[in-house]
C-alpha cells in the first residue's frame, strides 16, 4: 500500500569503512539464511517427536505437495518484486486446469505437449490481459486482479456448467506425468526446481531481471532514467499467467479431477508463501530462492503439524500465526540490522 | 573559445501544462566546452526545460537540435543514447539496489551469452568511485547513503556515459562547500573533453565561480544570454525577477528575552552526543555543519519524531518529554523539515488545507466540522504576506514550484503560532527573491518574540542572520559562537571537526 | 444540508457514472421481470447485505488511510463463534453479545498493533490474521454449530420494522453511515484521514498522531466486523465456524468500486454508498432474472476495473479537448505509451 | 407448517436450489427433476450460489419467494440459517421441501431422504470391516468440519464402531477435505504420513473418495488401504477398475430429484400436507408414505463394485 519512492536514508554512513559496507551488503543473503534457520528449527523440531518425518520419502512428498504451489509462486515473485501483486492466479490456474482437462477429455488422442501448450498459452492470455490493463491502462493492479478474480473464475463456471472432469475422462499418460520421474526425481518437483532456477538465473543476470527489482524498488525513478516500465511489468504478469496456466495443467494431472472450483483461494496461500519468503510486499527486495523456501517453510509447517496429529481445528490457526511470526521475525531482524550500522556509524 | 556550430541548440521550445504555458518560445545555444548557467526564480521552469532534454515531456512546440540535426527525444533512454546525461532535481535512484547497480541499471555491461557482467560492472564503479573520491564502494545498499552521496551517484551515472551535454538540475542543493569543490573540479576536467555542461543553481558563487555564459529564465520566458564577465550579480538578480533588489539579507535587531528552550546533554546512539544549546525569545539560533552532521536528528528529536536516549529538554525552565510530534505542538514547538516533499506537504491538497493542516482541529466547532471561511481568511493572509506566486489558495501543491512549496511548508508553521520555530535547511533550493523574503520573515519572526533555530548548510546564511551560533560535527557540537565574534573561518574550522572554545 | 452540498460538489465522472449505471440497472431490471421495482424487492435487497454494507463503511475508512484489512470477514467468523459457544455454555445473550464485540474490537487492536508498532504493511498482517481468526473461530467452535437463538434475536436479523418494510437491521446501517458521513466529509478528524491517506509522513510531522489514529481505525474495523458478526448470527440464527468465508473480497470490491483509491488518499462516501446500491441492484435484478451466480461476479469483475478504467478514459478524452491541467505521472504515462 | 392455502390453481412452477450450482452431483437430481417435469407438464428450473454456503442461499429463496413460484426444493448448507426465509416464503403459501440436506423440521413440509442416515453410517462401517476382517485403524475423510449431512452419518459411524465386532478396529482421526481436490489429496496425504498404519479409509463425500483414490493409485497404495465411501459410479469408475476401491455406495441421484419433484408436486396440488401417513405417487418409483418429521425416503443406496459399475452412467 506505501506509495513512498524517495529514497529514504535511515542508515548512513558518513564514516562507514568497506567491511561495513560489505556487511550492509550481505543482509540480503542473511535473510535467506535465516529462512534456511527457520526451516531447520522446524524440521528438527517435527523429526525429533517424529523421525519419520525425515523419511526421504516423506520429504519427497511434501516437495511433491508443494511443487504446484512453488511454480505459481515463481510468478507471483515477479510481479510483487515490481511492486504489484496478482489476486487472479488462483482463477488462472482453475481455468487452465479444468479447460485443458475438458479438451482432452473432448479429444484423448490428443498429443499431451499440445494439452500443456495449450494451458500455457491459456495462462500467458489472460496473464496478457491483466498487464495491459495495469501496464497500458494504468489501472492498480490490486483493482485488476481482483477484477480478473471473478471474471476469470466466472468463465470457468460458465463453460463447466457444472461438470467436472473425472480421471477416468482423460488418458492414463496424462494422468501419470505428474507421478513420473527423471533420473529418479518426480516430474513435478523436476520442473518447479527448473522453473524456479531458470527464474532466477534470469532475474540475476539478465537487464530485464534487474529492471524488475529497479521498478520496484522505485518506478519514477525507473521512467526518469529510461526503463520500459510498462513493458517490463507486462512482462511479468504475463509469465505469471503464463506460469498459472501450466500449473493448472499440472493440476489437473495431479488431482485427476476438476470442477470449477479447482484452485479456488490459492491466491492467498501463494502471497503467504511469498510474503514469508522475505520478498517485499511493495517490492524492490526479496528472490526466488527466498519466495521457494517460504513456500517450503509453509508446507513443511503444514505437513509437520499433521504428522504430529494435531486436531485438525488447529491448523488454520497454527499456519495463520506462523506467517505473522514469518513476517515479524524478518521485520525485526532486518531493523537490528539497520540500527547496529546507524550505531557503528559515529563510534 | 566557443566553436561556431553549437552542440545543442533550442529554438522556440514552449511547454503547457494543461492550459498553464510554462515554457514559452525558449531558445538558446549550448557549446562544447562551455558550462552554461542556468538560472531563474523558483517556478521559472529551469527544472521543465531539463526534463524536455531529458526525454521525459516533450514539448508542445519547438525543437532541439543536435550538431545542427533536429532530434526528436522519445523517452530517456534515446536522450541517453545521444549523449544527454541529467541529473534530475530529484535524486532518482533505487534505495534497494547497490551503488554499481544504480549506475549502471538498463545499461549493465553483458559478458558472454548477454549475462551481466558483475565483476566488471564492480570493477568500473569502483573506479569511478575512486575519482569521485567517494568513501562508500559499489556493493554498499544506496538506502544507506546521505543524500550528499547520493548526489554523488547522480554524478558517477553521468561520467559512466558517453556524455556529450551534462545537465545538472541543482547538484549542489544538498552538498557542502567540499563536496562542492569535488564536484567543480570533476566538471572543469569535463569541461576540458570538450562536454556541454548546463548547471543550475541558486547560489550566485557558484555560478560566477565555475559558469562560462549565463541563461536567464523568468515565468517561462528566455530573458537573456550572456558571458558571465558581462554580468554583475546585481544584474542577474534584476533579470530573474524583473525588478531591483535590495539587501539580500535583512536582518532585523529584536530584543532578547528569557531562556525558552533549553537542551541539555541530548544524546541518541549514531545520530548525536551530549548536544546542549539555549534559545531565548527573539534569538536566532543558527546551526552549522557540514551536511550529516546530525543537525537534523536533533531538531527531530526535540519536536518528538524522535526520542532521545539521554539528555533533557527543558520549555521555560519546566522539564518535557515529547512522545509525539502532536505534544511537541501542543507546547508550541514547530518544525519546518527538510525534505519538504516528503515530510512538509499533503500534495494532493490545496495550498488552502495544506497551510491549516496542522490547526484543524482548533477551527473546528463542538461537532468537529472546520470553519471554512475562517479557514480561508487564514489561508489567504498567509499567502499573501509569503508572496506565494500560485493561481490561488485552491492550487493543488504538488503542481507548486519548489520555492513556493517551501513557502506553503512554513505558511504552515507560522499558523500554529509557535513559541518555537525550528527551520531545517528553509531555503534550500528556495530562489533569491523567495529567500530574501523568507529571511525577512524569519527576523520579523524573531522581533516578535519568537525563539527560532535555524539549521543551513549555507555559512553565509547562518552568519548573516544569526544571534548566535552552534556548530556541530559528526553529532557533537564543536563550537558556539556569538554574532560579534563568528567570521566563516573559525564557524567553518569548528563545523569540520576541530573542537574550539567560542567563549 | 452544507454536508450535502459538498457532497454534491464532490460527484466526479466515476460518481455520475455510478448513477447511470443505477438507472440503467433499475430500469433495465424493471423491463426484465415484474418482481423487482418494489418495496419488498429494496427491503430484500437491502438486508442480504445487512453485514456487508458495514463492513464496507468500516472498510472505506481503513483504504482511506493507504491500509487494507483482509481479516475482517474471519472476525466477523469468529465473533459469531464466541457468542455462538458463549450463547451454548449458558451465557445471558447480551453477555454474550458483548464478549463478541470485545473480541472483535481485540482481535482489531491486534491488527493495528502489528501493523502501528512492528511496522509490518497491513495487506501481510491482515493475510495472516485472516487464518488466524478463521482458525481461532474453528478452535471455538469445531464441527459444532449454534442455532436455536431466541425468537426475538432471529427476528432483529430477519425481520422489518412493524408496519413497514424497513429491515431492523438498516437502522444499523443508517446510524453507521450519518456518524461518517458527519465525521469523514465535515470533520477535521475525516479531513486526517485524506491526509495520512496522502502522505503519511507528511501528516505524522504535521502532529497528526497517524499511527494512534490507524490503530483506532483498526479498532473500529474489527468491532464494526464482531457486530456484522452479531447480526450474521441473528439474520441466520446459527453460529458456525465458516460463517461468511470470503466475505472480505465483496467487501473490498465495493469499497473500491466506489471509487476509493487502493492506495489512499481517495475516495467518498457518497460513491461508495452508490457502488452499495449499484452492486445490491443488479445482484437483485439479475438474481430475479434467473441469471447464474457466475454472470454476476463477471459484471462485478468487469464493473471493478471499469471504475478506474473509466475515469481515466474520460479525464483523457476531456483533456485532449480542453487542454486542462493534468497531473505530471499523467503527462508521462501519455508520453510513453502510444 | 405449511398448510396456510395458496395458489396452488394446479399450476406447478417447482424451483429446485442445491447447495451449489455447478456441482455435477446436483446436476444428475436436476435430471431426473427434470424428467418428473415433463411427466407432470410441469416446469423446472434450478438456481443456487455457486459456493455451498448458507448465507448465500437465501437470497435465493427470496428470490423465489418473490418470483411465486409453486414450491421451492432445497437442499441447505445450514439447517437453521436458511428456516427464517424458508418460513417467509410458506407464509406465502409457497410449499418448501428439502432434498439430500434437511432444513429445520418447521421450515418445510416434507424432507425426500435420498437414504436413512443411520443406514449409510452403518454400512460404510460394515463395508470397510469386512474388507479388513475387523482390524487395524481407519480414518474418515470429511467434507468441510461443519458439513451437515457428513456430521451426521459419522455420528453414526461412530455408533457403530463402538460394537464389540469393530474392537481390533480404531478410528484414529477425522480430516476434513472441504470437498476440495487439492485439500482432500492433501489430507488423504496426510493421514498416510501421520499414521504409518492406516488400514482403511471412508469417505462419505464424493469429491473426498474421487481425491483419496487418486492419491493412493497414484502412490502405490492401491490394495495396502482399503477405501470405501459415497461416490459417484463415473467419478471411480477407474479407481474400481484398477483395484483401489472394492465397493462404494450411492443413491441414484437421479431419483433423488425425479422423487423430490413428485413430493413437491403432490403438495403443490393439495394431494398431500405432508403429515405423517400421507401417501403419494411418484411416476415411475411407485408409491411413497410420508415418515415420521415428515420424512420421505428414497430407499437403500445402491452399493456400486466392478461388477455392476458399468451399468451406470452418472
Ligand atoms: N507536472 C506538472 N504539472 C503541472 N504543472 C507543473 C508540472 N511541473 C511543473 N509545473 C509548473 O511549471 C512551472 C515551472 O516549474 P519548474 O519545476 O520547471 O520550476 P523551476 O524553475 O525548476 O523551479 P525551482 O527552482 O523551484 O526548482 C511551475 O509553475 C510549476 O508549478
Ligand atoms: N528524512 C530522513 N529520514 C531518515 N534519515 C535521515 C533523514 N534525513 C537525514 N537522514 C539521515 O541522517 C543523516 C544525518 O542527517 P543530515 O545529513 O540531514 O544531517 P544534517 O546535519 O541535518 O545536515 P543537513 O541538514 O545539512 O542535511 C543523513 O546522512 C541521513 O542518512
Ligand atoms: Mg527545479
Ligand atoms: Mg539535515
Redesign the interface.
Known sequence: MDTETTVNTHVTSKASSRGLARMVARVGQIRELGLLAVLGVVVAFVGVQEPRFLALSNIEQILQSIAIIAIVAVGETLVILSRNVDLSVGSIVGLSAFASADLLKGNPSLNLWLVFFFGCLLGAVLGAINGVLISYAGIPSIVVTLGTLNIYRGIDFAIAQGSQVNAYDVPESFLSIAANRILGIPLLIGVAAVIAIVASYLLRFSRQGRQVYAIGSNPDAAEIIGIRKARIVFSTFLLSGLLSGLAGVLWASRFALVDSHAASGLELLVIAAVVVGGVNINGGTGSILGAMLGTIILGTIQSGLEILRFSPFWLQAIYGAAILIAVTLDAVITRRVGRLLTERRLR | MTPAQPLVELRDITKRFGDVEVLHHVSFQLFAGEVHALVGENGAGKSTLVKILAGVYAPDSGSILLDGEPVILHNPSQAQRLGFAVIHQQPSLFPDLDVAENIYMGRQPLGRFGRVDWGLMYRETNALLQRLDAHFDARTPVRSLSIADQQLIEIAKALSMETRLLVMDEPTAALSAREVEDLFAIVRQLRAQGVAILFISHRFEEIFDIADRVTVLRDGAHILTKPVGELTQAETVSAMVGREMSALFPKQEAAIGSVILEVRGLTRAGEFRDVSFQVRQGEILGFAGLVGAGRTEVARAVFGITQPEAGTILLGGQEVHFSSPTEAMRHRIAYVPEDRYQHGLVREFPIVSNVTLPIWQSLSNWLGIIDQRRERAIATDYYNRLRIRATGIGQLAQSLSGGNQQKVVIAKWLATNPRVLILDEPTRGIDIGAKAEVHRLISQLATEGMAIIMISSELPEVLAMSDRILAMHEGRVTGEFNRNEADQERVMFAAMGQVTDGH | M?IVRSALRRLDIWDILLVALLIAILVMGSIQ?P?FLNA??FS?MF??FSEKSIMILAMMLIIIV???DLSVASILGLSSAILGFLFAAGWPLWLAMLAALISGGLAGLFNGL?VTR????????T??????????A??VL??R?I??YPDAF?QF??GTIPGTLIPWTFLVFAALTAIIA??LH????G??L??IG????????????VARIKLLLFVVSGLVAALAGII?TA????S???????FE?DV??VV?LGGVN?????GTLLGVLLALCTVGAL??AL??A?Y????Q??I??????A???GP?LVRRVQ?AIL???????????Q???P | GGTAGGTSGGKLDIAFLPKAINNPYFDSAAGGAKKAADELKGTFKQVGPSQANAADQVPFIQTLTQQQVSAIVVSANDPNALAPALKQAQSKGIKVVSYDSDVAHDARSIFVNQASTEDIGRTEVQVLGAQLNYTGEIAILSAASTATNQNAWIDYMKQELSLPKYSNMKLVKVAYGNDDDQTSYNQTQALVQAYPNLKGIISPTTVGIAAAARYLEANGLSGKIALTGLGTPNGLRKYVKDGTIKQFELWDVGHLGYLAYYAAAALVQGKITGKEGDTFTAGTLGSYTVGKDGEVLLGKPTVFDSANIDQFNF
Do not use: C, M
Open positions: 452544507k421481470t418482481y419488498t424487492s430484500l438486508s442480504n493507504g491500509e487494507i502489528l512492528v511496522g509490518l504493511p497491513s495487506l501481510v498482517v493475510l495472516g490474521t485472516l487464518a488466524l481468526f478463521r482458525g481461532a474453528y478452535i469445531g464441527d454449530g442455532s436455536n432471529t436479523g430477519y458527519l465525521v465535515g470533520s477535521w478528524v479531513r486526517q485524506y491526509a496522502n502522505n503519511r509522513e507528511a501528516a505524522r510531522f504535521a502532529g497528526i498522531p450474521f439474520r441466520f440464527s446459527s458456525r465456524a465458516d460463517n461468511a468465508v470470503g473480497l473490498i470490491t473500491l487502493i492506495f489512499g488518499g481517495r445482484r437483485s438474481g430475479l434467473d447464474p451466480d457466475q454472470v461476479s463477471i462485478v469483475g468487469i464493473l471493478l476495473i471504475s478506474t478504467l481515466n483533456d487542454r486542462r491541467r493534468v497531473a505530471p505521472e499523467q503527462t508521462l504515462l508520453r510513453s505509451t
